[in-house]
């Protein structure tokens, strides 16, 4: 088998050497590169499976690179490299698409665990079916689907832009897709491995950003800047909304752009550029291209080849097979199982004239698929508040009194479909974890320091692992690591310590998320003191099914701890579903509150117990400040409570302690480390409670299993 091909990026020649070594003794083909710019031409050659990336180096820095070699090539994997590696760089390093962070020094077994995680992660991807744009004369059909006549006109002028060498203007309204075709001429083209380089015309307003967009690029080791077109290098420069320029940076850019040549950095030569040049023409609703085109001399000498893009509203028997597309990829994205999409949802998605397209088209089902629970996509699942005004939604009637059992869409059965197999049905609960790495910044509630996490998808039967970012050390988060309870929920292992875990181990137990790597400092950000952007990363990301199962636990006996009467209390007694009950009792304002919880889906988690935030009192700031405590509370990010009253901020539900409370609970609990199946009732209690429960509950668990042991042992 052919071992993968890794390119090492450091400017310490010690460095390089030493790595160069290790892995090539490991079978690896390695070479190295002593700066970015280096870098960006073997890369450009060799088409590496892997790079390790320094952070810090002279010209064009790590993160500089990675962005262009993100560029060049999407699914080569990067790991970043630095000796003084904070959690600030870690963040942007990922948000670019690096695949880990790790620091200087590290050990051999370190460095040879973070390479094979990476090739296999990129092996994965490949794989699964997650392919580049490079595979793309099956992929124009697959993605860039409809049937209509319009349609088949745009993918026949797709494959004639893509053979030829000169210009192409894709014209069409808003969220049409002019980018993606223009991404999608490229990945056809014989110039399908070399860079894509997107500019945005709504961005260049004057003479200066002009220049700052074309020509400010980064930096070269013999000194000036490289220009967008020097960058292309081969490949294609996409400019997107051309109207958008004024006539006069028009006229400069056609100048360019007719000469084929570009002033060197020094300004003292011209040189050539070598890049097929495409763009497109945002049009409004009416316009004709044509019009537009003949009113600039750019888009005339850029129209040599042509592709129109339709308007949804003109070619609405598009729409069933774009809705099959949707359903089946959201599907796959949430975990849902929807077969069939009910006739009056699929007649109003129809009749819509849809103003903004494709991409609106896409977000209203989104959240429609997010809003079903059952097996049928129905009219009343459509996010219809003020979508009859702003997209034109027919929202008459009522849903619920017609017909809506027997219609699949176009024939469509997740599941049924050619290439698509469903699983196997095993006992328990599917495992999931996270489709792509996502971040989110913020800052510790009890540190006050700046932090930050990076939720990273884990294999089957990994758990939820908390990892330090600067050491690499990783924790489990399961009760046996909890070191405190006081004010919040801590882990520790005696190498690394993991503050406020509560919120966003909330949120994985009510979306089943069962493996997953979360790198954070030394505490999780408490945002604005709810779980709800927590929700919102884990949908950013989109959940994915995995192979394995996990089995649930079934109470089947009363559990407690605490006071029933007076409280703190906190009980489990068997139930058919997972459900809390939770009672609160405070001297006013607060007062007596009570919430009650059914989990039903991590839809209605974020609606219903996500944005209940964080609260405290008045009193009690001067004794958290003297432990140490809350330095990072602000009143964007806790309720505060005096004697009298709420003092910044109005309250999200009336009695939104309460659900605050159950939803440290939901986090708590998920130190089990799988979901449970029973109703707990709550007077009063807290973290502590919480954990003391957990742990009788797990006694019993581990009484049981020793149990069943002894009887397998008696009965072989």
Same mark, same amino acid.
């Given at each position: 088998?052919?071992?993968?091909?890794?390119?090492?990026?450091?400017?310490?020649?010690?460095?390089?050497?030493?790595?160069?070594?290790?892995?090539?003794?490991?079978?690896?083909?390695?070479?190295?590169?002593?700066?970015?710019?280096?870098?960006?031409?073997?890369?450009?050659?060799?088409?590496?499976?892997?790079?390790?990336?320094?952070?810090?180096?002279?010209?064009?820095?790590?993160?500089?690179?990675?962005?262009?070699?993100?560029?060049?090539?999407?699914?080569?994997?990067?790991?970043?490299?630095?000796?003084?590696?904070?959690?600030?760089?870690?963040?942007?390093?990922?948000?670019?698409?690096?695949?880990?962070?790790?620091?200087?020094?590290?050990?051999?077994?370190?460095?040879?665990?973070?390479?094979?995680?990476?090739?296999?992660?990129?092996?994965?991807?490949?794989?699964?079916?997650?392919?580049?744009?490079?595979?793309?004369?099956?992929?124009?059909?697959?993605?860039?689907?409809?049937?209509?006549?319009?349609?088949?006109?745009?993918?026949?002028?797709?494959?004639?832009?893509?053979?030829?060498?000169?210009?192409?203007?894709?014209?069409?309204?808003?969220?049409?897709?002019?980018?993606?075709?223009?991404?999608?001429?490229?990945?056809?083209?014989?110039?399908?491995?070399?860079?894509?380089?997107?500019?945005?015309?709504?961005?260049?307003?004057?003479?200066?950003?002009?220049?700052?967009?074309?020509?400010?690029?980064?930096?070269?080791?013999?000194?000036?800047?490289?220009?967008?077109?020097?960058?292309?290098?081969?490949?294609?420069?996409?400019?997107?909304?051309?109207?958008?320029?004024?006539?006069?940076?028009?006229?400069?850019?056609?100048?360019?752009?007719?000469?084929?040549?570009?002033?060197?950095?020094?300004?003292?030569?011209?040189?050539?550029?070598?890049?097929?040049?495409?763009?497109?023409?945002?049009?409004?609703?009416?316009?004709?291209?044509?019009?537009?085109?003949?009113?600039?001399?750019?888009?005339?000498?850029?129209?040599?080849?042509?592709?129109?893009?339709?308007?949804?509203?003109?070619?609405? /028997?598009?729409?069933?097979?774009?809705?099959?597309?949707?359903?089946?990829?959201?599907?796959?994205?949430?975990?849902?199982?929807?077969?069939?999409?009910?006739?009056?949802?699929?007649?109003?998605?129809?009749?819509?004239?849809?103003?903004?397209?494709?991409?609106?088209?896409?977000?209203?089902?989104?959240?429609?698929?997010?809003?079903?629970?059952?097996?049928?996509?129905?009219?009343?699942?459509?996010?219809?508040?003020?979508?009859?005004?702003?997209?034109?939604?027919?929202?008459?009637? /009522?849903?619920?009194?017609?017909?809506?059992?027997?219609?699949?869409?176009?024939?469509?059965?997740?599941?049924?479909?050619?290439?698509?197999?469903?699983?196997?049905?095993?006992?328990?609960?599917?495992?999931?974890?996270?489709?792509?790495?996502?971040?989110?910044?913020?800052?510790?509630?009890?540190?006050?320091?700046?932090?930050?996490?990076?939720?990273?998808?884990?294999?089957?039967?990994?758990?939820?692992?908390?990892?330090?970012?600067?050491?690499?050390?990783?924790?489990?988060?399961?009760?046996?690591?909890?070191?405190?309870?006081?004010?919040?929920?801590?882990?520790?292992?005696?190498?690394?310590?993991?503050?406020?875990?509560?919120?966003?181990?909330?949120?994985?137990?009510?979306?089943?998320?069962?493996?997953?790597?979360?790198?954070?400092?030394?505490?999780?950000?408490?945002?604005?003191?709810?779980?709800?952007?927590?929700?919102?990363?884990?949908?950013?990301?989109?959940?994915?099914?995995?192979?394995?199962?996990?089995?649930?636990?079934?109470?089947?006996?009363?559990?407690?701890?605490?006071?029933?009467?007076?409280?703190?209390?906190?009980?489990?007694?068997?139930?058919?579903?997972?459900?809390?009950?939770?009672?609160?009792?405070?001297?006013?304002?607060?007062?007596?509150?009570?919430?009650?919880?059914?989990?039903?889906?991590?839809?209605?988690?974020?609606?219903?117990?996500?944005?209940?935030?964080?609260?405290?009192?008045?009193?009690?700031?001067?004794?958290?400040?003297?432990?140490?405590?809350?330095?990072?509370?602000?009143?964007?990010?806790?309720?505060?409570?005096?004697?009298?009253?709420?003092?910044?901020?109005?309250?999200?539900?009336?009695?939104?302690?309460?659900?605050?409370?159950?939803? /440290?609970?939901?986090?708590?609990?998920?130190?089990?480390?799988?979901?449970?199946?029973?109703?707990?009732?709550?007077?009063?209690?807290?973290?502590?409670?919480?954990?003391?429960?957990?742990?009788?509950?797990?006694?019993?668990?581990?009484?049981?299993?020793?149990?069943?042991?002894?009887?397998?042992?008696?009965?072989?």
């Amino acid at each position: 088998m052919k071992k993968a091909r890794i390119i090492v990026v450091d400017d310490e020649e010690n460095i390089r050497g030493t790595l160069q070594e290790i892995l090539s003794d490991e079978g690896y083909q390695v070479s190295c590169a002593a700066d970015g710019e280096t870098a960006l031409r073997i890369i450009q050659s060799e088409a590496p499976d892997l790079v390790l990336l320094d952070v810090w180096m002279a010209g064009i820095d790590g993160i500089q690179t990675l962005k262009m070699l993100k560029n060049i090539d999407p699914d080569t994997e990067v790991v970043m490299m630095s000796g003084h590696g904070n959690i600030d760089t870690a963040v942007k390093a990922t948000k670019i698409g690096a695949f880990d962070f790790i620091e200087k020094p590290f050990s051999l077994d370190s460095i040879l665990r973070t390479v094979s995680k990476a090739l296999k992660s990129r092996r994965s991807r490949l794989t699964k079916g997650k392919k580049t744009f490079s595979e793309s004369a099956h992929n124009v059909e697959r993605k860039f689907i409809g049937s209509s006549k319009a349609m088949k006109d745009a993918r026949r002028m797709i494959r004639t832009a893509s053979r030829k060498p000169g210009p192409t203007l894709i014209t069409g309204e808003s969220g049409i897709g002019a980018r993606f075709v223009a991404r999608m001429t490229h990945s056809m083209s014989g110039r399908r491995d070399k860079p894509f380089i997107d500019i945005t015309c709504d961005s260049i307003a004057n003479e200066k950003s002009f220049e700052a967009t074309l020509f400010d690029g980064p930096s070269k080791s013999s000194g000036g800047k490289l220009s967008k077109f020097e960058l292309a290098d081969g490949g294609v420069i996409f400019f997107d909304g051309i109207e958008q320029l004024a006539e006069p940076l028009q006229e400069k850019l056609l100048k360019i752009l007719k000469s084929g040549r570009v002033k060197d950095s020094d300004g003292k030569k011209s040189i050539p550029f070598n890049a097929k040049i495409m763009a497109s023409i945002i049009l409004n609703a009416g316009e004709n291209a044509k019009d537009i085109v003949q009113q600039s001399n750019l888009a005339r000498f850029l129209s040599a080849t042509t592709v129109k893009l339709t308007p949804l509203r003109d070619r609405k /028997d598009d729409i069933p097979e774009l809705i099959e597309q949707f359903v089946e990829e959201l599907c796959d994205e949430y975990g849902k199982d929807i077969t069939s999409v009910g006739k009056q949802a699929l007649q109003a998605l129809v009749e819509a004239p849809w103003p903004g397209n494709v991409r609106q088209l896409k977000e209203v089902m989104e959240k429609a698929v997010l809003a079903c629970e059952g097996t049928m996509l129905l009219k009343e699942h459509l996010p219809l508040d003020g979508l009859d005004t702003q997209y034109g939604l027919n929202t008459n009637g /009522d849903t619920k009194g017609m017909e809506e059992t027997d219609l699949t869409l176009a024939g469509y059965t997740p599941g049924k479909k050619a290439g698509r197999k469903r699983k196997k049905v095993k006992s328990g609960v599917t495992q999931k974890t996270l489709k792509n790495s996502v971040v989110l910044c913020g800052q510790g509630l009890h540190s006050g320091i700046k932090t930050g996490m990076i939720l990273s998808p884990l294999p089957p039967n990994s758990g939820i692992v908390f990892g330090d970012i600067s050491s690499g050390d990783q924790i489990p988060a399961l009760l046996e690591n909890v070191r405190s309870t006081e004010y919040a929920t801590t882990l520790s292992n005696g190498r690394i310590t993991i503050k406020t875990i509560e919120h966003i181990m909330s949120a994985l137990h009510s979306y089943g998320i069962s493996n997953l790597l979360i790198k954070i400092g030394d505490e999780a950000p408490i945002m604005d003191g709810s779980a709800l952007e927590f929700c919102e990363l884990i949908e950013n990301s989109g959940v994915e099914e995995q192979d394995e199962m996990v089995d649930e636990i079934i109470i089947d006996r009363k559990i407690s701890v605490g006071d029933p009467d007076d409280g703190p209390y906190l009980c489990v007694e068997p139930a058919d579903t997972f459900s809390i009950r939770y009672s609160l009792d405070y001297p006013p304002p607060i007062g007596k509150q009570k919430y009650e919880y059914v989990h039903a889906s991590g839809g209605d988690y974020k609606d219903s117990v996500a944005p209940a935030r964080t609260f405290g009192f008045l009193r009690d700031i001067k004794k958290l400040e003297e432990a140490g405590l809350a330095s990072g509370g602000r009143l964007s990010n806790v309720i505060l409570i005096d004697d009298e009253k709420v003092l910044n901020t109005p309250l999200r539900f009336p009695n939104e302690p309460a659900r605050h409370k159950t939803l /440290d609970l939901i986090g708590d609990l998920y130190l089990l480390g799988r979901p449970i199946r029973g109703h707990f009732t709550a007077k009063k209690s807290g973290h502590t409670q919480n954990v003391e429960l957990i742990k009788k509950i797990m006694e019993l668990i581990l009484d049981t299993e020793s149990d069943e042991a002894k009887q397998h042992a008696v009965t072989s």
